[in-house]
C-alpha cells in the first residue's frame, strides 16, 4: 500500500492538487497530519479512490467536480457537471450590486442560477433583501437549492426560462446573471475546464448575444423605478452589451473590468 508520501508523488500533479485529492479521500485529514506522518500507509479503499481521482485530474477534469466544492465569496458552493463552477470574475457583479442597491430592503432575482453562487451569496450578503433565482436545468436547480439550505440562504428558486416562471406583477430592484454568453463556434469550448461544463449553461448555440439580448430586452418591464440590470458577460462582448442595454432605454450603462483589465460585468439602470 502506498504511504501518504508515495501518494502525492504518485503521478505529475502540482503537489496542493495531489494533497486536496488525499485529504478529500480521508476526510479529517490535515496539511499539518500530511506533514507529520508522511509515512502513514492508506487503506485500499483510500488508495484506489486517490489514484482513480489523480487519473481524472491528469485527463484534464476540473479539480472542483473532482472534490465536489469551490470557494465563492469566500463560501464553499458544491458543484457537480450539472453547473457551472463558479469563478472568482463573477464576484465582481456581487461588488456592483451591494454598491449599487445596497443592503436595505431590496427584491432581486438571478437569472440562470447554476449553483446558486450569486443567489445565495447576495442573500447571505444582504440578509434584508428578498431573493429568487431562476434556471431552466432541474439538476442545476436541484444543486443550487442544495446550496441555499446548507449557506442557510433565503432564496426562492424557480424552474424555467429566463423571466418566464416569475410572477407576472413581480418587480425587482436588481436582475443579474451570468447567462451562457460564448459563441458557438469558439475554441475555448473545446480548452480547459470548460471541456467538462455544461454546454447550455456556456454558449446559446449562437453569437453569443442570444441570451443577453432576452434578458436586456426583458429588462426594462420587470424593474422597478431606479432598479438595476447587471450581468457577467465575454471579455470581447463590452460594446455589444452596452448597445444592448441602451436600446432597450436603461440609462447609466457601465462596463466593469476585472482584475486582469478585461470587460466582464456590465450594468444599467431603469431610470426613477
Known amino acids: 500500500m502506498l504511504t501518504i508520501e508515495q501518494a502525492l508523488r504518485r503521478h505529475p500533479l502540482p503537489r496542493l492538487e495531489s494533497r486536496m485529492l488525499l485529504q478529500h479521500v480521508l476526510p479529517g485529514l490535515s496539511h499539518a497530519q500530511i506533514i507529520a506522518y508522511p509515512e502513514r500507509e492508506l487503506s485500499a479503499e483510500a488508495e484506489a479512490a486517490f489514484l482513480g481521482l489523480a487519473e481524472r485530474r491528469l485527463a484534464g477534469e476540473p479539480m472542483a467536480y473532482l472534490i465536489g466544492v469551490r470557494e465563492f465569496y469566500g463560501r464553499d458552493f458544491r458543484v457537480s457537471p450539472a453547473v457551472l463552477i463558479p469563478r472568482p470574475e463573477t464576484e465582481h457583479l456581487i461588488d456592483a450590486a451591494l454598491q449599487r442597491v445596497g443592503r436595505a430592503a431590496a427584491r432581486a432575482v438571478d437569472l ?11 442573500a447571505l450578503e444582504a440578509p434584508a433583501w428578498t431573493v429568487e433565482a431562476v434556471d431552466l436545468s432541474a439538476d442545476a436547480l436541484a444543486m443550487a437549492e442544495a446550496n441555499a439550505a446548507a449557506l442557510g440562504a433565503a432564496v426562492a428558486f424557480r424552474h424555467g426560462s429566463w423571466y418566464a416562471p416569475l410572477a407576472d406583477d413581480a418587480r425587482y430592484d436588481l436582475i443579474a446573471s451570468n447567462p451562457p454568453y460564448i459563441q458557438h463556434d469558439d475554441a475555448h469550448l473545446g480548452q480547459g475546464d470548460v471541456r467538462f461544463e455544461p454546454r447550455m449553461a456556456l454558449t446559446d448555440e ?19 423605478a431606479g432598479g438595476w440590470l447587471m450581468v457577467e458577460h465575454g471579455y470581447d462582448q463590452g460594446a455589444a452589451v452596452r448597445e444592448l442595454f441602451s436600446a432597450a432605454g436603461l440609462s447609466r450603462v457601465e462596463t466593469i473590468r476585472d482584475l486582469a483589465g478585461l470587460d466582464r460585468i456590465t450594468i444599467a439602470q431603469k431610470e426613477a
Open 112 to 122: 440562470g442560477t447554476g449553483s446558486g453562487a450569486i443567489a445565495a451569496t447576495l
Open 206 to 224: 449562437a453569437d453569443g448575444l442570444a441570451c443577453l439580448r432576452e434578458i436586456a430586452a426583458g429588462a426594462p418591464a420587470r424593474l422597478k
